[in-house]
């Protein structure tokens, strides 16, 4: 329904734009009309060419307020649509920046520490929501291409850090403040590289966000 509106409304800008074309034209053929007349000295018969005259600059200045009209509404729309991608960019750039942090804090857990299970745990939901955040309708709205790539290539990994966590809980559900480096294998070189390209994953969203994010400034210095 929304497209088909604003069909019509561009549309009804470029019929404002030829009538204003047309008009113009009669108005030159008027004006060289009256200078005819004013030459060959019959200023009787320029009486007659009054009303045309007067109803082609009356529908002249009916198509300038229409077409200022329709310039204003674009300008609204536009304000509107740069509004909501400032929007939109900024709460996912604070989300995917929090998300950051805290997937470089599970690296910081995985890599050793005595930080108790729970921690993970809570840690691991938050990271979660975070990128349930990342796939809501709106962030999809202004995002390129790229981006949204990028935000459905993390989801194994989002789900790799949940699926340790529940592992985590199981094994320390009667004693939530275990250490986690007493629980976890000696070896957690793959998780941890795991951990490096979903934070290079993030990383590049956030530039890929910013990226969004000034095209509009640059957008209104032209």
Not at 141 to 147: E, V
Request: proline share 2%; aromatic share 8%; charged share 25%.
């Amino acid at each position: 329904m929304i497209n088909d509106l604003l069909r019509k409304f561009e549309k009804l800008g470029r019929d404002i734009e030829a009538l204003s074309y047309v008009l113009i034209a009669f108005a030159f053929v008027l004006i060289f009309r009256i200078l005819f007349l004013l030459y060959q000295c019959r200023f009787e018969e320029l009486w007659t060419l009054f009303g045309p005259f007067t109803a082609i600059v009356a529908a002249l200045l009916i198509a300038r307020v229409a077409k200022h009209m329709i310039a204003h509404n674009d300008i609204i729309r536009e304000d509107d649509r740069r509004l909501d991608i400032v929007r939109v960019t900024h709460h996912l750039l604070a989300v995917t920046q929090d998300m950051l942090a805290q997937v470089e804090y599970v690296k910081i857990m995985l890599s050793g520490g005595k930080r108790p299970a729970f921690v993970f745990e809570k840690v691991a939901e938050n990271i979660e929501r975070r990128y349930e955040t990342l796939l809501e309708r709106d962030a999809y709205q202004f995002l390129p291409g790229k981006c949204v790539d990028i935000i459905i290539s993390m989801s194994g990994s989002i789900f790799g850090i949940g699926a340790l966590a529940e592992g985590l809980n199981n094994i320390t559900a009667s004693n939530p403040l275990t250490a986690i480096d007493s629980v976890l294998p000696q070896d957690m070189t793959q998780q941890i590289a795991k951990l490096d390209q979903l934070m290079n994953k993030l990383q590049e969203l956030i530039t890929g966000l910013y990226e969004v994010r000034t095209s509009i400034d640059c957008q209104g210095a032209k």
